[in-house]
Structures are given as C-alpha cells and as structure tokens.
C-alpha cells in the first residue's frame, strides 16, 4: 500500500516544488502568532479528547455491552469507513463553504458522536451508531487543521504543517495516558465523559477563531 501511494504521488504531484526553508526565525514567529498558537491547540484537544476512548475503545465495548471480537471488529469498520466519508465531504465543500465553517461543522460532528457515545455507554447499537459518527468528522477535522495553517500563514506553512502533526501525536499521548488511568481504576463511564470535554473546549476554540470579515469599500 505504501508503494501504491508512492507511485501515485510521483505521479500526480507537479515538479519542481520547493518548500519555504525552516530555521529558528521560522519556529520564532510561529510562537508569535496567536492564530497558529490557537490552531495548534484545537487540535491538541481534539486529539486527546478522542484518544481517552479510542485507545481502549475495543475493551470498553467488550465491559460495557458484553460485545464479542466480531461485533468490536464492526465498530472500528464502521469508524474507518465513516472516516473516509467524512474527508470526502469535507474536499467537497471546503471551497464554498471556507476551512473555517468546515471545521466548525466537523468539529461539531466529532463532539456529537463522542456526545452519543457518553450518553449511550452500555447500549451497543447506540454507542455503533454514535462511532460513525464520531468517525466523520476525525479525519476531516485535521485536514481542515491542515488548510487553515497553510491559510493563517502561509509562509509560515512548512513549519506549521509539521508542528501540527507533532502537537497531534501530543494529543493522542495525553488522552491515551487519561484514558489508561481512567481504565485502570474502572471509570469506564468517566472516560467518555472526559473525551467530550476536551472536544467540547476544542469547538469553543474554533468559535474563537472565527475570520474577521473584511468590509470592501465601494468607489
């Protein structure tokens, strides 16, 4: 598969791109924007939100609903599939509708789904419901990360891309972490409810970044 999306790759990408250079100017300014800061953040939060679940989301079916391997197996097709989903969704509507409404809808998808998930703990076809939708908007919600970045700075892009894989694997560590205390002293319930608030702070911070709208004065 790795080949695959490497030939494909050296197909489809034009030649001759050279990306900005990165040096400790670069990281400076980044640390200066408050926008990129604030970007940043969101998908800190998002990720650790997720991760307090995702990470023991197969055991947790198994306690919770009595599940089996090939009901647990379900979900996590169903979550994948619904992921692929979600990011076609968002390719299709980001240009009209802007990174910024598109992450609110998605982030707002992701709060709903681990939402669902909180409130339906125990009820298979509920919680199996709820990861689909939870899984339309995980994928989606960091490819809008992504453009919004490359858009608040986009000189700045090469660095803040990257960072924001890195602050990502920071979010999975931190929720994974919460999640495992959590699992070990049986607050499987907990769990939920603790992923929905770092989601939840995630929304708010998209609100916050809102655009500015321009005004265009008419000669």
Known sequence: MGCVSFLLLAWRLPHGLMG?????KTWAAIGRNRLIVLLLSITALQMSGQFVVFTFMGPLL??????GPDAIGL???????????GTAIGTRIVDSWGAWKTSLL?????????????????????????VAIWGLGFASTNSMQQVRLV??????????????TSVLYVGQ???????????ANDLLYAAG??????????LVTVILTRPKKTIRSEG
């Open 20 to 24: 900005a250079p990165v040096d400790l």
């Open 151 to 164: 858009g608040a700075a986009p000189s700045l892009a090469s660095a803040s891309v990257s960072l924001n």
């Open 75 to 85: 979900v996590f097709a169903v979550y994948g599939v619904c992921g692929v989903i």
């Open 62 to 67: 198994a306690r919770l609903t009595g599940a």
């Open 173 to 183: 560590a931190v929720g994974s972490a919460i999640g495992g205390f959590l699992y």
């Open 193 to 202: 409810y603790v992923g929905t608030a770092f989601v939840a702070l995630a």
């Open 106 to 130: 998605f982030t707002s998808v992701l709060l709903a789904g681990l939402a669902g998930w909180t409130l339906s703990a125990g009820i298979y076809p509920l919680m199996a419901v709820s």
